[in-house]
């Protein structure tokens, strides 16, 4: 860590000690954090990203020793998993104890743990002492941050006025958020996709000497009522965004969807989309994201923006893809298949 990360932690752990927010570099994205004993500092939180009260915050910690604390189980299958995914791209959903705020908790009787491996994070909630609830450091429904810079977009007035201090951590290395599971003694069950993948989830009980472990069901309930902030209409750029999924490299995509698209009632010429391309690398892929789809947003000569995402079958999107093509659905305002079967998997819709 840099002498002047060392002088930014020491001013962020006075900030949240004080009630307010500090926006903090993750290996995932940059979150919005506040500290879980300060009312305050929750409730600014919301404010500032204007999200809905129904909507709960990830507590993240740096050791497991912060664990008991916080939650009322603590099942073998959690401990397990955190044993192996810790730090990372993980957030645990397990029953939470009385010392996690409802404003936290949204009122739920769970809380989603997460201890992540970004050092300048790890060691600002050591410093501090207690852990930090932190969402990601963007408004409501829109596309998270992955630079400190893109934080700074994000919240400028209160960055001037001093209520956010902006701690900046260099470009998040994985970009797309944790995974989160809900977790229970016998079931994980993935609520949003995410870093880590459920191969490596499955495959890590798969592996276990420990006959409990062997047996624990993984599922998947990816919707927004499991996952109370996971809208179906998340992570919207500010322009209108169409993503094309196609089996195989086409020759051109514009064949098929013709000079003039419809979005949302709306009329936009091919001209006049900007194209995003992703790496074929899904690493690559995930970490770029975020980036190409805030600076294709920013591009004075176009209207619109579009990705074109090949895939090799139809078979089940794997690895980070998942997570990837999870955040295209919800970021897009239309989505289009080509040469691909009717399937709730590849949804081609306008709305
Ligand atoms: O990688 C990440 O997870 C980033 C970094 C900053 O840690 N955080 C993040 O937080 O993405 P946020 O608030 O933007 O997304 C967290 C998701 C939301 O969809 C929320 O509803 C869900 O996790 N969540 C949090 N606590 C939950 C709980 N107790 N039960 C169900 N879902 C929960
Ligand atoms: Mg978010």
Redesign the pocket.
């Known amino acids: 860590m840099s002498i002047d990360q060392e002088t930014q932690i020491t001013l962020a752990v006075k900030h949240l000690k004080s009630g307010h927010c500090v926006a903090?570099p993750?290996?995932?994205?940059?979150?919005?954090?506040g500290r879980i004993d300060s009312d305050e500092a929750l409730k600014a939180i919301f404010q500032h990203k204007m999200?809905p009260s129904f909507?709960?915050?990830?507590v993240?910690i740096s050791n497991l020793g912060q664990i008991p604390a916080l939650v009322k189980d603590w099942p073998l299958s959690a401990d397990s998993l955190a044993r192996r995914f810790w730090p990372g791209?993980l957030?645990l959903?397990v029953k939470?104890s009385d010392a996690v705020s409802p404003i936290?908790?949204?009122g739920?009787d769970?809380?989603?743990l997460?201890l992540?491996s970004h050092p300048v994070?790890r060691a600002l909630i050591e410093r501090t002492g207690v852990p930090l609830a932190?969402?990601?450091?963007?408004r409501f429904g829109r596309t998270?941050p992955t630079t400190a810079d893109h934080v700074r977009v994000e919240f400028p007035e209160a960055i001037k006025s001093g209520a956010i201090q902006v701690l900046d951590g260099g470009p998040c290395h994985?970009g797309?958020?944790?995974t989160?599971c809900?977790v229970t003694e016998d079931e994980v069950s993935i609520?949003?996709p995410?870093?880590v993948t459920e191969e490596e989830i499955r495959a890590h009980f798969k592996s276990s000497d420990v006959p409990a472990l062997q047996n624990v069901r993984v599922t998947r309930d990816v919707g927004?009522h499991?996952?109370?902030?996971?809208?179906e209409h998340?992570y919207e750029t500010q322009k209108p965004l169409l993503v094309v999924w196609h089996l195989g490299v086409l020759p051109s995509p514009w064949k098929t969807l013709g000079d003039s698209i419809e979005i949302e009632g709306q009329h936009f010429v091919r001209t006049k989309f900007r194209e995003i391309t992703l790496s074929e690398n899904p690493t690559l892929a995930a970490r770029e994201l975020y980036s190409k789809l805030r600076e294709a947003d920013l591009d004075p000569t176009s209207d619109a923006l579009v990705i074109q995402r090949v895939i090799d079958s139809e078979a089940p999107e794997d690895g980070l893809w998942a997570a990837i093509d999870d955040r295209l659905k919800r970021a897009a305002r239309r989505t289009v298949g080509i040469e691909l079967l009717a399937s709730p998997k590849w949804p081609s819709r306008s709305r």
């Open positions: 903090i993750t290996e995932t994205v940059y979150g919005l954090a999200r909507d709960p915050l990830i993240h791209a957030t959903v939470k936290i908790s949204s739920l769970t809380v989603g997460r992540p994070a932190a969402p990601s450091a963007n998270s994985l797309v958020e944790s989160v809900r609520l949003r995410g870093g927004h499991s996952s109370p902030g996971h809208t998340h």
